[in-house]
DNA sequence: CGTCCTATTGACAGGCTTCAAGGAACGTGG
DNA sequence: CCACGTTCCTTGAAGCCTGTCAATAGGACG
């Protein structure tokens, strides 16, 4: 797997100023890779694994159910995502990971992963970065649960997966992306139901906000659809980090 | 301000196998100590700031805010809890951090912190890992939020907060604790409005769950709460870290 | 005793859920 | 190429949960 078609590195380099070195060892890491089914568990909850996934094409789901099997996903994970960067510390995830879409995923050894970032203090900062980033994301979907209204947690979303999906494929001003979500999926992540979300996507297509045909979103108003949304690009720190020069093994 | 009376890093000695010299290091750390009063912004969201805060005595709280007032806590922090550990990478944090009771926090400069991570591997896995359960904590939220009805809500909040008292505390079987929370903290937190708090907390006494009087909360039934909130404890991780034998100053 | 903050209540509206059923899209096999 | 099953989307009706507005009550405190 090289470095230019892995999209996880690819988006580590944008957003990073990790060397050539770091960079090759982290996709060294990836050589495991697996294409996976569309709605497949790829890794259930409370079951400990000792792989870490990063998602190179397709979108995947973290999820998590209750015991009644109401459904929550805390995170879409796209293309380039590390899915479950927790359990670098925690083998035992109470998160599941599933497909939405067909992935390829590829699988990285926790202990490999924890001696490289061991022997590569940039590499670690860089994760450690990851992970706050992560956590910036987690509570700003919490405001959108706790405090958002349907149409406005839709629209967030959405602007959120635009944002997103445009920092990891650096593609231009392009509003329209594939968006392989049903409305279930997006009902699990915005705590709606099934037929409010469909009602509430109707809505934002009357305000001429969105247009959303088979799998694919097109953001009619940006402007306005964030204004709906009160979206701020912030939290998701699309600026990168620059990490402090490392005496490391070459400039 | 000596080990013994710094719930912070008491916490860490009971929930991890750090050594007394990773354990002194950070209590020196916690040495600028200020009181502050109820209801007070300690930390505003979106400014940068190089201190991180430790929670000695007292209730806390992270916020955020929506451009239109809104405002949402996405986590409660205890006696005892580092309260922006994000800000160890990220200087400038987009939630803010205030008071709920007068508290007395240490704030600890992020270099000095940083610095002693580096030169202590044994506690900066410590730290990962505090990172991790704290994200745990944050998907569960999230879960609550976006799943559990109110009654739910609210009951799991207060098994939450009893056992992460009683997991610092070391308190053994009490039901009962000091809750300083308004109905107001208690809505920005489950994401209701201070009216209908007030109506589910009586659905709540009225079954025979909880006695609240004047910021005190009984857990009258501990069990038929835990079940109303499907509450399930795994997500706080309180069986704490072993942390590798490392190659360490003494042992 | 007045003031401020928090808790409590009532009335009403509306957002969102649930149940139920029909329609569209897509893949599969005959 | 069409019948058929499955999955997903859409719609309607009914009603509960939760929010908003407004006003009262209760405590703490100066």
């Given at each position: 797997m090289r470095l230019s078609v892995n999209p996880f590195v690819a988006r580590l380099h944008h957003l990073t100023d990790l060397d050539g070195n770091s960079l090759f060892a982290l996709a060294h890491l990836c050589e495991r890779v697996r294409v996976i089914e569309p709605r497949t568990v790829v890794a259930p909850a409370g079951q400990s694994s000792e792989d870490l996934h990063v998602v190179l094409d397709g979108w995947a789901c973290q999820y998590k159910l209750m015991s009644d099997k109401r459904r929550h996903v805390p995170a879409f994970v796209l293309p380039?995502?590390?899915?479950?960067?927790d359990r670098l510390i925690l083998?035992?995830?109470?998160y599941g990971l599933a497909t939405v879409s067909a992935c390829t995923v590829a699988a990285l050894p926790r202990a490999g992963l924890q001696a490289l970032l061991k022997a590569d203090p940039a590499l670690r900062e860089v994760f450690d970065w990851l992970r706050a980033v992560e956590n910036a994301q987690a509570l700003e979907h919490q405001l959108s649960l706790g405090r958002r209204s349907a149409p406005e947690r839709l629209a967030h979303l959405f602007c959120t997966l635009h944002a997103r999906l445009r920092a990891t494929l650096?593609?231009?001003?392009?509003?329209r992306f594939e968006c392989p979500l049903t409305q279930d999926e997006l009902a699990d992540a915005t705590g709606l139901s099934v037929v409010h979300v469909n009602r509430t996507l109707q809505v934002l297509r009357s305000e001429g906000l969105i247009a959303l045909e088979t799998r694919r979103l097109t953001i009619l108003d940006w402007q306005g659809l964030a204004r709906r949304a009160d979206f701020?690009?912030?939290?998701?720190?699309?600026?990168?980090v620059r990490v402090a020069a490392q005496p490391s093994a070459s400039p």
């Open positions: 380039g995502d590390l899915a479950d960067l083998p035992k995830l109470d650096d593609g231009g001003e392009d509003l701020d690009s912030a939290f998701l720190h699309a600026e990168g």
